[in-house]
């Protein structure tokens, strides 16, 4: 039997917390101590099958900026299933619950995908950002070129012009 179930950050259990960080490892060759940040301080969707943690993902707050706005981003974070349990559906599962929330507490949600990942946000609804992406660093705003072509939006409140520039906040290792 497998169940999905949210949880703030503040609210995990530590062997909980331990857990979906081991899991993101395990599904990630490339995983960094930032990226397991990335995943912190915000609503974690974590699933199970009995005791064991096959599944996480979490939306965070951020702020992205387009068209002379700062938009309140659920922001997509530490999507992973155990590579013994992928293709059963649980990644959609982990999904729905958190576009949810999105739908229901931001302005737009947002996502840097890897190469793999592409087909599986276009399927489920999410809009391939097609203009220049940038992010305000503490030396100013500056071109990431680097992570066009992966960055999804899930429109919710505002209107978007997917060609449009678009910048992100701040942050320690991939900004996007």
Not at 57 to 67: C, D, F, P
Request: glycine letters at 10%.
């Amino acid at each position: 039997m497998t169940s999905v179930h949210l949880a703030h950050t503040a609210d995990l259990e530590p062997a909980t917390r331990d857990a979906a960080r081991a899991l993101l490892y395990d599904v990630f060759s490339d995983m960094t101590e930032d990226d397991w940040e990335h995943s912190l301080g915000g609503l974690h969707a974590l699933l199970w099958e009995g005791t064991q943690l096959v599944g996480h993902a979490a939306v965070i707050q951020r702020r992205l900026m387009h068209a002379g706005r700062a938009l309140r981003t659920g922001y997509i974070e530490g999507v992973a299933v155990r590579a013994d349990r992928q293709r059963r559906g649980y990644g959609s599962a982990l999904m729905a619950e958190l576009e949810r929330v999105v739908r229901a507490a931001y302005d737009l949600g947002a996502l840097g995908s890897s190469d793999e990942g592409l087909p599986f946000y276009q399927a489920r609804g999410w809009q391939l950002w097609r203009g220049p992406s940038y992010v305000l660093s503490p030396d100013g705003v500056r071109r990431t070129e680097e992570d066009e072509g992966a960055i999804f939006v899930l429109p919710v409140s505002v209107p978007l012009d997917l060609s449009g520039e678009i910048t992100c906040d701040w942050r320690e290792g991939d900004v996007w």
